[in-house]
């Protein structure tokens, strides 16, 4: 019998992919052999975004497989790409674990750690009597009420092709945990009831993902939300998965990062950047992106922000007339950061996100006030954690349009950076996140208790 050898599939998403390759290097540090398999699409952008001289390959086995769909082919249009992914991945995927099994009698794939939106790629596993560990890669909150669907339909509560409610109550899962409303399902996509349904398609499938699963991860802190977590059979919570806690580079990322902006920040005064982040698929009107530009610009404080090129509605941002120029003093774009060393530093004041799950664990991770901009699905529920549990953000109130106003944008980072209470209460939630990782804390034990589980 050789060491462990564990594959691990995310959904293909920056998203996804992210906590999964942190994950990766956690238990590769536990002499745990891990092959992370990616499609050929997100695979090409992750392997042209590592640094030349990363050695990352070494470590952890990268490898693809198709996703039935063509190199222009739209994989933003969300029913094409998740029907042709369940179409053609588990049969690659199957191939692919073959080709590995019948190559080396002493690394045998002995796990298949896949994500619970690919929860086809379990199903595989269960059929070639491998083990399997389902990962969540949203808060336990937005898993409880995924794991609470079929009574919802069964209740009346909820409609069962597209997830809409059938009525306005809230749903209240336990008293700790933030009620959910029409417009904060994971799902809800009022703008769009076909990317809704899709939505709701694949929230349904986190269900039979645990079903087949022998564990179910989740990048969160027990004490975080220990309500949630206590409605989760077989939760184990291990986070928060941070990148900081390994030597070496990081592989995780779509887009190369730009160091740049540590250096830069070097030369900002403490506590005084605002760091502007709206993670890989959130995007703006150009008129939005305007409105956020001179808001920014209008607080006069240090900034650095994150513009993909995709940012504004999929093309690149336009700023606005003389932007560039009045901000070059004490403003800095990149196009993608180093998101947890941006975070650590002593320099940043706070944090304007999208609430994606892995930003808000980065945040609360490194003791970061949120000011919060949703985008969509479970975003709109982290921000009630963040702002209405934790207490450790506020949100930004658009318009009766929908439009979020620079002198809105002004004000609320103005009042965050001078809220005493709301600093010191991520201080403490980071105190909780630090201590959950190191020996003796509940993520460090979870973590533990998994790691003996897969070497047996």
Known sequence: MGRPHVLI????????????????????????????????????????ALPDEDEAQSRIGLASIPDGLGPGEDRKDL???????????????????EKVNNSNDDEKITCVIADTTVGWALEVAEKMGIKRVAFCP???????????????????????????????????LAKDIPAFSSNRLPWSCPSDLTVQEILFRLALQCI?????????????????????????????PIGPLLASNHLGHYTGNLWPEDSTCISWLDKQPAGSVIYVAFGSLATLSQNQFN???????????PFLWVVRSDFTNGSAAEYPDGFIERVAEHGKIVSWAPQEKVLAHPSVACFL??????????????????????YFADQFHNQSYICDKWKVGLGLNPDEDGFISRHEIKKKIEMLVSDDGIKANAEKLKEMARKSVIEGGSSYKNFQTFVEALKQ
């Open 79 to 97: 029913l094409k790409s998740t029907d042709s992914m369940l179409r053609v991945m588990p049969g690659h995927l199957k191939e692919l674990i």
């Open 208 to 236: 039979p993902a645990k079903n087949l699963s022998n564990w179910l991860l989740c990048n969160s802190v027990y004490e975080l939300d220990s309500s949630a977590c206590d409605l989760i059979p077989n939760i184990l």
């Open 9 to 48: 599939i995310p959904c293909p998403a920056q998203g996804h992919v992210t906590p999964l390759m942190k994950f990766a290097y956690q238990i590769s540090d536990h002499g745990i052999k891990v092959t992370f398999v990616n499609s050929d699409f997100i695979h090409e952008k992750l392997v042209a």
């Open 291 to 301: 409105e956020l530009a001179l808001g920014i610009e209008l607080v006069g404080r």
């Open 353 to 374: 996100s999208h609430c994606g799950w892995n930003s808000t664990m980065d945040g609360i991770g490194m003791g970061v006030p949120f000011l919060c901009w949703p």
């Open 138 to 172: 949203c808060g336990p909150g937005s898993l409880a009420l995924l794991f609470h669907i079929p009574r919802l339909i069964e209740a009346g509560h909820v409609n069962g092709i597209d997830g809409s409610l059938l009525n306005e109550e809230l749903i209240c």
